[in-house]
């Protein structure tokens, strides 16, 4: 991206931060999960800990939000823990579309079968993302339980037909299945799916243990150069990106369709599973909660408080502090802002430029 063309994103970036229209709300309805994934932050289980939070406690707090207020394409994305294990889910999809907003799930796609399409389809179910770690062993590996690739590979399959649907696959690249990433876009491909994300994985949950999830920076540059590769010839029949994580430098417009923007408490905004109020699930939840559903006017927590996410000059400290990069990069992603550090966790843009 040029000169010209990076001070224009970055005049609509702080444009919309000023605005920060709340039009996408994620809701952590259940930590129980019927896999056990290596890569968990959440530590999700069959028998969590936690109850499911009651589908009325959500509604009341998304009630906050005033009818005029809320963003024309509003988009509550359900998420967990695994979203199908609870039974109410099409009540809830139908209720959320009666009051004019979409809807949309995370899942793992183990429970994801043409009966539960045809009740999501009919409940208003309007966009979907299930996950593939790999192809065969790699995939049940990854998510910690035999039959889970197939499982999976059956819920792409059928969502991949539904055409209004807005799906899409993700992937979390690790060293085991680095290897592989062509088979699995062939595989996806060979589906009919449209949209493929890629993620990598930051050190945190059970992560922290399993170092073969974590990439080496050789083999990141390659990971880059793969999605580059995929995104050359236009039109494709699959859009292959890369995530939000962080500042790719030249990397940036090869394996996005826009710029890096974190929208993390700019348009995002999540309330989890004990009722806190924080921007994506994936954020830290201590160091960046905003407020309690129990507690505070979720609407109200919007439109005062998020700070940290619309202001980030604080993030000029450790590796940060002298970066010639921050003013495109903004630290990272809010998600690589975990624990007590003074830097965040991964910096992509050291690892494509050999920054020092």
Request: with cysteine.
């Amino acid at each position: 991206m040029n000169l010209v063309a990076s001070a224009l994103f970055r005049r609509f970036r702080a444009m919309e931060t000023r605005v920060h229209e709340l039009n996408y709300l994620f809701w952590e309805c259940t930590t129980r999960c019927n896999l056990h994934c290596r890569h968990c932050g959440s530590d999700c289980k069959d028998c969590s800990g936690e109850k499911d939070m009651p589908f009325e406690d959500f509604l009341q707090a998304f009630d906050t939000i005033p009818t005029a207020e809320r963003a024309p394409h509003f988009t509550v994305v359900i998420t967990g823990g695994e979203p199908t294990l609870r039974p109410d889910l099409p009540e809830i999809g139908r209720t959320l579309r009666k009051r004019g907003v979409g809807w949309g799930m995370v899942s793992n796609g183990w429970l994801y079968d043409e009966e539960m399409h045809r009740r999501m389809i009919a409940a208003g179910l309007g966009s979907l993302t299930i996950s593939l770690d790999g192809i065969g062993e790699d995939h049940d590996w990854m998510r910690g339980r035999a039959g889970s690739y197939e499982r999976a590979l059956n819920a792409i399959s059928i969502a991949a037909r539904q055409p209004r649907l807005n799906f899409d696959v993700v992937t979390c690249v690790n060293q085991r299945n680095l290897p592989h990433l062509q088979e699995i876009h062939d595989t996806l491909a060979s589906l009919g799916v449209k949209q493929w994300r890629i993620f990598t994985i930051i050190p945190i949950g059970r992560a922290i243990d399993v170092p073969e999830l974590h990439l080496t920076d050789e083999q990141f540059v390659a990971l880059m150069d793969f999605i580059a590769d995929k995104r050359k010839t236009r039109p494709t029949p699959m859009n292959v990106t890369f995530s939000c994580e962080g500042y790719l430098g030249q990397y940036e417009c090869k394996v996005r369709q826009t710029p890096n923007f974190c929208h993390a408490g700019i348009n995002i905004a999540s309330v989890l599973i004990d009722g806190t109020i924080c921007a994506c699930p994936n954020i830290d939840r201590e160091r960046f909660a905003q407020g309690n559903i129990y507690n505070d006017n979720l609407w109200e927590v919007w439109q005062t408080r998020f700070a940290p996410f619309r202001d980030r000059q604080w993030a000029r400290q450790g590796m940060c502090k002298d970066c010639k990069v921050f003013k495109n990069c903004l630290g990272n992603g809010m998600h690589n802002w975990h624990g007590k550090g003074t830097s965040p966790i991964n910096c992509h843009y050291r690892k494509v430029c050999g920054a020092r």
